[in-house]
């Protein structure tokens, strides 16, 4: 158990990640308004992105941009691109998702005129 | 020129899908046109890439001139090409179809409508295609968004069914997107054979297993495996008529197909992932699938759920048939997706002109049927045999080499959820038959017109299956050459 705290106490980032993808699922699962899930799911997608970012942080590291003058690359002084890039496009993705999802919320109340799921769910019957 | 196919394959479909929204405010009678001969030009592109590839092998291409482990990569080997040109003949008949079964949504907005669909077909190329990790993730995202649109625009309860699709089906690209990012943790890569190649030595270590593990949740979500089928009944059932024959084909065979090329060509046949051999696992889980879906089927009263629960439990035979780790049954499980895609199409379409034309939504509904077209009831009969797996139509190959690959690896579960889920498929036929032929028709009604459009998809898709059938040899020797060349 001692072990266990303390292997937490060195990674906060993953306590963290973990934290916010199990309270996002929690918020998916539990809430019944539309919107409110759609916040969940907003928050387990920004936990996935914030683990890809907590690791490829890289400390004492700058942007991967040479200089005209460079002659010899050392590549520990730069950070790591590639998953920054990944998370650029998830987050596009998201966003996507996000408008997708809004507007089925939209017309959903428009259809029914709430966005809790047992009264749209009673008014479908 | 050939070497360039691929890239043709996808932007054909997706160029037309882009400018649509441009030409069609403008002029809205050129979008089915252009729709229609998009998918066609599609189509002979991939008969044509489908020859190239059978005859000279897989093409790869990279992106940009980037060479494979650092630039994206996209791999046209015969498991894509074979997928891909399934995939758009599939779609240019539902395309066919769609017009004799317009929903309001293709009249509100047709260029809109047409969009979507297209968009659809060329993520689903893309993702039969991609040979990276996280390309698959982009291009399932394109396909999800878009089914989604599609089946909330039937508008009504189908905005629920589309909303709950969204988060399960968002949660479940999450969860993908968590798993790739864990391998490139571990490996710090993405390319696919590149993984494969770093991966023998980290098998066992955690940040592999969980996000193999992430990785498999996701695409289980994608391709509705049970237990977490949940979203696709409903979406399937409430999506516009036109729509739900071109995504239960395809979506869901697409998102097995991606776990089969990383199930193959990343994890390799019979590794063990930190001490689990995954092909028993995959085993376990296509029997539970296969039954439990039956089971499922036999209870529905809705035709197009009922449907719907036959393709999921379809889904488990065709894992069944790739788990088994010998070349036999990956090549029956390949070729028993193929024609589940069809048969999906080909119910789906029936499912959609009996609420069209009889008014027929339920089993009790068909009762009442008294003038029934007999374009319908034979295609259903064929489509009946293909699901059961009678010979000549392609099911019975496919099931025949799940069953001798599951005998050749001493399987005797796999083989018997095979014939039980074969008998559960005969249950519900049979159950649906009932209520069809309940009433014999007087001689005085006339048998429903159904329009062209209509006795045309259905006559190509029951010849299909039957032509599956009688070519299922070529096809599937050309399956077993894939796997034996993939190490089975």
Redesign the interface.
């Known amino acids: 158990m001692a072990e266990l705290l303390e292997a937490l106490f060195y990674r906060p980032n993953f306590v963290v990640f973990v934290t916010l993808f199990l309270w996002g699922?929690y918020i998916?699962l539990i809430h019944p308004n539309?919107v409110k899930?759609?916040i969940g799911?907003y928050i387990?997608?920004t936990s996935?992105l914030f683990?890809?970012v907590a690791?490829s942080a890289k400390s004492g590291a700058t942007v991967p941009i040479l200089p005209p003058d460079t002659t010899t690359v050392d590549a520990a002084q730069y950070a790591n691109p590639?998953?920054h890039v990944?998370t650029l496009?998830?987050i596009v993705?998201q966003v996507?998702?996000l408008g997708?999802?809004l507007?089925?919320?939209s017309?959903?109340y428009r259809?029914y005129g709430s966005l809790e799921e047992h009264e749209?769910?009673e008014r479908?019957e | 020129m050939s070497e360039h196919l691929p890239v043709f394959l996808f932007l054909v479909p997706f160029v037309t899908a882009v400018s649509l929204p441009i030409v069609g405010t403008r002029h809205p009678t050129w979008c089915r046109p252009l729709a229609l001969g998009s998918v066609s030009l599609m189509s002979v592109l991939a008969i044509i890439n489908v020859s190239v590839v059978a005859a000279h092998g897989e093409i790869r291409y990279a992106f940009g001139g980037w060479a494979a482990p650092l630039g994206i990569e996209w791999v046209d080997d015969g498991l894509a090409a074979i997928v891909i040109l399934t995939v758009s003949l599939l779609a240019l008949i539902s395309l066919i179809y769609g017009e004799g079964d317009a929903g309001t949504a293709r009249k509100q907005s047709p260029a809109l409508y047409f969009t979507l669909i297209l968009l659809l077909i060329s993520a689903l190329t893309g993702i039969a295609l991609a040979a990276d990790l996280f390309n698959v993730f982009v291009f399932l995202e394109v396909a999800a968004l878009t089914s989604y649109a599609l089946v909330g625009a039937a508008g009504g309860r189908a905005l629920v069914s589309a909303f709950r699709y969204l988060i399960l089906g968002s949660f479940g690209a999450s969860l993908y997107l968590l798993g790739v990012s864990h391998l490139y943790v571990a490996t710090g890569t993405l390319n696919m054979a590149d993984v494969a190649s770093r991966l023998p030595d980290l098998m066992t270590s955690s940040s592999v297993v969980s996000g193999f593990i992430f990785l498999f949740l996701g695409l289980s979500i994608k391709m509705a495996l049970i237990p977490l089928h949940g979203w696709l009944p409903d979406a399937y059932s409430d999506a516009p008529g036109a729509v739900s024959p071109i995504l239960a084909s395809s979506v869901t065979k697409v998102a097995l197909v991606a776990w089969l090329r990383i199930m193959f060509s990343v994890v390799g046949p019979g590794t063990e992932v930190g001490h689990v051999p995954v092909l028993e696992l995959l085993d376990v889980l296509g029997i539970i699938a296969a039954v439990a879906g039956g089971v499922l089927a036999l209870t529905q009263t809705d035709i197009k759920r009922m449907f719907a629960y036959g393709g999921i439990s379809h889904v488990g035979l065709i894992l069944i048939g790739a788990s088994m780790g010998n070349a036999t049954g990956f090549a029956g499980g390949v070729f028993y997706l193929i024609n589940d895609a069809v048969m999906q199409a080909a119910l789906f379409i029936l499912a959609g002109a009996a609420l069209h034309y009889y008014g027929a939504r339920t089993l009790d509904d068909l009762r009442r049927v008294r003038d029934r077209s007999p374009w319908m009831t034979g295609g259903l009969v064929v489509a009946m045999m293909s699901m059961i797996g009678l010979p000549p139509t392609g099911g019975f190959f496919g099931k025949w080499n799940i069953v001798l690959g599951a005998l050749q690896a001493e399987s005797y579960a796999a083989v018997a959820a095979v014939v039980l889920s074969t008998l559960l498929t005969l249950a519900y036929f049979v159950k649906l038959l009932g209520c069809l032929f309940q009433r014999a028709p007087s001689s005085a009604d006339a048998p429903v017109e159904v329009p062209m459009t209509l006795s045309v998809s259905l006559g190509v898709l029951s010849a299909a299956m039957i032509g599956l059938g009688l070519m299922s040899d070529p096809i599937i020797s050309f399956f077993l050459e894939f796997a034996h060349r993939g190490g089975m």
């Open positions: 699922v998916m539309f899930k759609l799911l387990v997608q996935v683990f890809l690791y590639l998953p990944l496009t998830a993705v996507a998702t997708v999802s507007a089925l919320v017309a959903i259809k749209v769910l479908i």
